[in-house]
């Protein structure tokens, strides 16, 4: 993988109950400029704190949900730096419990390279962290129209990864995203 591509995004989630404690931490991955730190703006919107680690170049979100009584927090880690950090990836996809590739489902360059890419991120999540489950965001769905989507083309690919499923989403209207994330959550409780 091209260093300049590589563009990763973290988060652990804490799940707490009064006799179970779980912390869980999820990888963000895919192409640059597909909205993954778009998609974590949206989804802890207004609720949020955020700090900024200098050292690394990692932007740090915390937010706290609950669903289905269980306390959940959320912390994500979005890594700003392309060229200085591959160093880390190693650390950064360290100890995730799951995955998220996301892809733009725009009509241009970017969507189709993105589209083609996800293979290679998903072998990248196989060589650092084995088999953890693995999801699929089709992200920017506000771009195109719904009814257009090749959805036989995208459950080609999660059957050929056998990854445990893809998400339409936008993080422009916050289309599909509550329903992603709190499915995530539920596959990974479990
Ligand atoms: P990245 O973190 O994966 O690199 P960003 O991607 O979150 O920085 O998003 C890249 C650009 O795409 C941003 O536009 C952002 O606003 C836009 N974007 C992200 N998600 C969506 C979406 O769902 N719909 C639409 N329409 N745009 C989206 P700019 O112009 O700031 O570069
Ligand atoms: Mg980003």
């Known amino acids: 993988m091209n260093v300049k591509e590589f563009k990763i ?13 779980l912390k869980i931490k999820v990888t963000l991955i895919g ?12 989804f802890t919107q207004g609720t949020f704190q955020t700090d900024y680690i200098k050292t690394i170049g990692a932007q740090l979100t915390n937010y706290k949900t609950e669903i289905d009584g269980y306390r959940i927090e959320l912390i994500f880690w ?5 060229d200085d950090f591959h160093f880390l990836r190693p650390s950064f996809y ?20 993105s589209f083609e890419h996800i293979t290679k991120w998903y072998q990248d999540v196989k060589q650092f962290c084995g088999e953890i489950p693995v999801a699929l965001f089709a992200n920017k769905v ?31 209207t916050g289309q599909g995203l509550d329903e992603a994330y709190n499915a ?7």
């Open 184 to 190: 995530l959550i539920k596959k990974i409780r479990r």
């Open 142 to 172: 506000d771009l195109v129209n719904v009814e257009s989507l090749d959805r036989e083309k995208i459950q080609n690919l999660v059957k050929e990864l056998n990854l445990v499923g893809y998400y339409v989403t936008s993080a422009k």
């Open 94 to 113: 360290r100890a995730s419990k799951a995955a998220i590739i996301v892809y733009s489902l725009e009509e241009n360059n970017l969507g189709k390279r």
């Open 31 to 42: 192409d640059g400029s597909v909205g993954k730190t778009s998609l974590i703006q949206k």
């Open 78 to 82: 979005d890594i700003a730096g392309q």
């Open 9 to 21: 995004v973290n988060f652990s989630l804490e799940v707490e109950s009064a006799k179970k404690k």
